[in-house]
Nanobody, 123 residues
């Protein structure tokens, strides 16, 4: 059974950086690509970034464009999220997920999710 495992969350001051990683355990799998979402307390789960496996194209929410970078990890079926210039409003639980189809911007297009990792940005 394939599972996604996130790591790298933590507490950082505003303006700082964190690097999240997502790795697939179990057998390797295909799919359109992988994405990162985040969910703050009392809010919906929002799209952050996505990477397409076939052509390495990358997509970002406007709120993180220019500050966050999604990339392939060194191991197959891993993806990283480099987060720079962090702001208090970036505080959330961050989830990686596998896109199986549909639109990359919507959580319904993802069928496999990690357990989430907490990112807290202090002001």
């Amino acid at each position: 059974q394939v599972q996604l495992v996130e790591s790298g969350g933590g507490l950082v001051q505003a303006g700082g950086s964190l690097r999240l990683s997502c790795a697939a355990s179990g057998r390797t799998f295909s799919g359109y690509g992988m994405g990162w979402f985040r969910q703050a307390p009392g809010k919906e789960r929002d799209f952050v970034a996505a990477l397409n496996w076939s052509d390495d194209s990358k997509y970002y929410a406007d709120s993180v464009k220019g500050r966050f970078t999604i990339s392939r990890g060194n191991a197959k079926n891993t993806v990283n999220l480099q987060m720079n210039s962090l702001k208090p409003e970036d505080t959330a639980v961050y989830y990686c997920a596998r896109q199986y189809g549909g639109s990359r911007w919507y959580s319904g297009s993802y069928d496999l999710w990690g357990q989430g990792t907490q990112v807290t940005v202090s002001s």
